[in-house]
């Protein structure tokens, strides 16, 4: 049997024993980081790995492609390309880390997470996987903190209530019994760590001393630094819509690993409408916004914040796995600063489609929200940044293949947690692909009987 997509611009078929792939009628060009160049591989990864771009070729030819160079495809291919033999084409319609992982805060935190729950587990390993990558990173001779932000923070939930103070302080004891150390602090306690908090609002905080942080763009630079051969992407904006190349086909043997994030669903709806199959993710672009004002502020924090609200959110978020309704606008005070000083003040989550204007009236009320809790932030001013988290109303990510179409996996719905659960997501892909069993129980992730044959 042959399955066509068509995807306005291109086709892509999927042949049994042939892997998937794709014919190019739109102008598509491969680039890395917007050079129309092939990349070599650095001498320090196996050559062997390596297979050359033919630029006259019809049909090019790996053993993964991945669609979606954010976070979750750039780890995924640097975990295929560093643990196993597979050749690896990554491709995104824009440059690395354009969508919702470049518009985030970076952190790599547990403090907000239900231990014992599916998130949990999947979360405890990716952050020991950051543990170990970070690792490598100085064993190579480079400055983990230059080059991917890294900061061991540790991570700070601020209680504004009375009831948010017994809230934390059950918490604490929750989280450190699951092995993730966290102290309760006092209002005084508290100001006397982060004098910049505001005396007034606060009441209590709980400390998490292991969560960490890091730069997102600074971190996929290191990461494209691995073995990946080189970037097929559009030549003008716009959605991603399949693996197009005016040389001819990309063609992957093993998987396709879908990792568009936002767009999972838009995608799939427009690459399989004549299939009659159910493949499309419930998924919804959620906007958020971030505030970014430059180093020149007077704010000093040691540790990342985050409002104890935001526990409240993601209890919501993953209480239900059958979940009908979609939570309201939101505004939830987040603060950190990244390796250069600059303040980063969160968080803002909207439905509003795929538009991702600046909203004026957005910001006033996170520096609103944000100066009930840090003071010194009311009269600054800076840039924005938006982006769209792929957001699924079970809370959980989809990961995994589809039983109906062999060679087709999901790794997307990751919502805000992209970044901390990048590596533990592309160990998983990377096992699924070698059907080998993980350290991660993936049941709870696989995309059978989550699909529609049409978007929420």
Known sequence: MECLLTSGVGSACLRPGAGVGV?????????????????????????????????SASVVEYDVVIVGAG????????????????????????????GATGAGQGYIWMTHRKPGTPGWHLAKRSKALWETFAME?????????????????????????????????????????????????????????????????????????????IDARLTIDTLLQSPVQHFIRSSREG???????????????????????AWSSLLMKTATTEWGMSLVPPMKPRKGH?????????????????????????????????????PGPSIVMTATLDPNGNLLLGSYREFAGFNID??????????????????????????????????????????GPVDDV???????????????????TAEMVTNIIQDVKGPVESAPFLPNGRLSSSTM
Not at 74 to 82: C, D, G, K, R, S
Not at 239 to 261: D, H, M, N, Q, Y
Not at 394 to 399: A, H, L, S
Request: hydrophobic letters at 40%.
């Open 71 to 98: 976070v979750i495809g750039v780890a995924t291919a640097h975990h295929i390309l560093t643990t196993t033999p597979l050749s690896v084409a990554l491709v995104d319609a824009r440059e690395p880390c354009a």
């Open 406 to 424: 062999p060679g087709l996996i999901f790794a997307t719905g990751h919502e805000g947690s992209g970044l901390c659960l990048s590596l533990a």
């Open 358 to 399: 600046v909203q004026d009236e957005v910001i006033e009320k996170m520096v609103e929200r944000a100066a009930r809790f840090l003071p010194g932030v009311s009269n600054m001013e800076g840039r924005v940044r938006t982006g769209l988290r792929p957001y699924i109303n079970d809370g959980r990510p989809m990961i």
């Open 137 to 213: 990173v100085e064993d190579s001779g480079l400055n983990p903190t230059e080059a991917l932000g890294w900061r061991k923070t540790g991570s700070l939930l601020v209680a504004s209530t009375d009831e948010q103070a017994k809230y934390l302080q059950n918490w604490a004891q929750v989280l450190s019994e699951a092995g993730a150390a966290t102290d309760f602090l006092t209002h005084l306690e508290a100001v006397n760590m982060e004098p910049a908090l505001a005396t007034g609002c606060l009441t209590a905080a709980a400390l998490c001393h292991d969560d960490l942080q």
């Open 23 to 55: 014919s190019a009628q739109g102008q598509w060009r491969r680039a890395f980081f917007g050079s129309d160049r092939e990349v070599k591989l650095r001498k320090c990864w196996s050559e062997r790995r390596a297979r050359r771009f033919a630029t």
């Open 239 to 261: 959605r991603l819509i399949g693996v197009e190349i005016p040389e001819g086909k990309v063609f992957g043997k093993s998987a396709v690993v879908i990792a568009t994030g």
């Open 290 to 326: 971030l505030l970014v004002i430059e180093g020149t502020h007077d704010i000093q924090l040691k540790s990342g914040i985050m409002e104890c609200e935001y526990l409240s959110y993601n209890s919501q978020s993953s209480k239900s796995t059958e979940a009908t309704t979609e």
